[in-house]
C-alpha cells in the first residue's frame, strides 16, 4: 500500500496530467486537447426589434391606403353635387317620421364618441399596431367601396328642403376647376364633418360613410374590449344604433343607405377577422381567400401570430411608471 501511494505522488510530482491520483491519459495520435465547443443560442431582439419595426411601417402604410379612400371620396362629391337630380326619391322612413335636421349634428357628436371610445381602447391594447392597422384597412376597404358606387350612381339628395340646406349647383365655366378645389380642401380639413355648415354639398348617399364609421368602431368595441367589460359593449350598441337611426331622421340619408352600409361592414369586418384568425398555411385555401381584398391585406397580416388576439391592456408609454402599475392592476381585474 505504501509503495502505491508513492508512485502515485511520483507521477503527481513528474507528469501535469495526473490529478489526486488519477491519470489522464492523452493520446500520442491527436497531441492537441480537442477545443471544447460552445452552443449557439439565439439572440431574439432583433426579431423584435425587426418585427416593431415591420410593424409601424404596415401600420403607417394602411393609415395612407385610408387617406387614399378618404380623399377619393371627398372629391367623387365635390364634382357629383353638380351633377346629381334634383327630386328626392321616396323612403318610407320619410312617410313616417317627419325630417328633423337638428338629427345630423346628434349623428356627428354620437359617431364622435364611438370613435374616441374605439381608439381608447386600441391605444390600451398591448397588441395597439395590429388593431389601429386592421381598423385602418377596414375603413379603407369600406371607403374604396363607397367611392367606385359613388361614381357610378347618382341619387337625388334625401332632404325634402334642399335647397335651404344643400349648396347651389354649379355650371361648368373657366372657374370651375377652383370651386372643385375649394371645395375639397374644406372637407379635407373638416374631414367630412358638415353639422356646423349653413349649406353643405349634397349626393354621397349610397352608402352611408358615417354608418361605416359608428359600425366599424362598434365592431372594434366588441372584438378587442376584455372581458371585464362586457358593460361597455351594451353602452356601445346604443350610441351605435341611434346614431344611424339620427342620420335617416335628420333627412341626410335614405333609409337604404344606412341599411346597406351596415350589412356591408359587418360582413367584411367579421369575414376579415375570421380569415385572418385562421393559422397562416389555411388561409390561402379557406374559401374567403376568393375576395377580392384578400391578398391586398395578406401582406399586412403576414408577421401577426396564429388565433385571435388577446385582449389585454398596457400603458403605451415607458413613464410614468404609476401608470403601468395601475394598468397592470386594471388588466388583472378585467380578464
Not at 401600420?59 to 353638380?82: E, G, K, R, Y
Not at 341611434?242 to 360582413?267: P, Q, R
Amino acid at each position: 500500500m505504501t509503495n502505491s501511494s508513492e508512485f502515485t505522488d511520483v507521477l503527481q510530482s513528474r507528469d501535469p496530467c495526473v490529478s489526486n491520483g488519477i491519470v489522464i491519459s492523452i493520446d500520442p495520435i491527436d497531441p492537441e486537447p480537442t477545443p471544447i465547443r460552445k452552443e449557439f443560442t439565439y439572440d431574439n431582439s432583433f426579431h423584435h426589434e425587426h418585427r416593431g419595426n415591420s410593424e409601424g411601417f404596415k401600420t403607417l402604410t394602411a393609415f395612407l391606403c385610408l387617406m387614399l379612400s378618404a380623399f377619393l371620396n371627398f372629391f367623387l362629391l365635390t364634382v357629383i353635387h353638380d351633377v346629381v337630380p334634383r327630386q328626392p326619391l321616396p323612403d318610407l322612413t320619410f312617410m313616417i317620421i317627419p325630417q328633423q335636421r337638428w338629427a345630423w349634428s346628434v349623428g356627428d357628436v354620437l359617431s364622435t364618441v364611438s370613435s374616441v371610445v374605439a381608439f381608447t381602447i386600441i391605444f390600451l391594447h398591448h397588441q395597439r399596431w395590429i388593431v389601429l392597422r386592421r381598423t385602418f384597412l377596414l375603413g379603407a376597404i369600406m371607403y374604396g367601396l363607397r367611392a367606385v358606387i359613388l361614381g357610378v350612381t347618382f341619387l337625388p339628395p334625401s332632404f325634402h328642403n334642399r335647397d335651404e340646406i344643400c349648396q347651389p349647383q354649379v355650371n361648368r365655366t373657366a372657374m370651375y376647376g377652383v370651386e372643385i378645389a375649394t371645395r375639397f380642401l374644406t372637407y379635407v380639413i373638416t374631414l367630412g364633418l358638415t353639422s356646423g355648415q349653413d349649406k353643405i354639398l349634397c349626393g354621397d348617399l349610397m352608402f352611408s360613410g358615417h354608418t361605416v364609421v359608428l359600425t366599424i368602431m362598434y365592431f372594434v368595441q366588441l372584438q378587442y374590449t376584455p372581458r371585464g367589460l362586457v358593460i361597455l359593449r351594451y353602452i356601445a350598441a346604443p350610441i351605435t344604433f341611434l346614431g344611424i337611426g339620427a342620420l335617416v331622421v335628420s333627412g341626410g340619408h335614405y333609409t337604404m343607405d344606412v341599411l346597406i352600409a351596415y350589412w356591408l361592414t359587418s360582413h367584411v369586418f367579421w369575414s376579415y377577422h375570421q380569415i385572418f384568425e385562421m393559422r397562416k398555411e389555411d388561409r390561402p385555401q379557406a374559401p374567403l381567400s376568393r375576395l377580392w381584398w384578400f391578398w391586398l391585406c395578406y401582406w399586412f397580416e403576414s408577421d401577426v401570430d396564429n388565433g385571435k388576439l388577446i385582449n389585454k391592456w398596457n400603458w403605451p408609454l415607458e413613464g410614468p411608471q404609476k401608470m403601468h402599475t395601475i394598468m397592470n392592476r386594471i388588466n388583472h381585474k378585467l380578464q
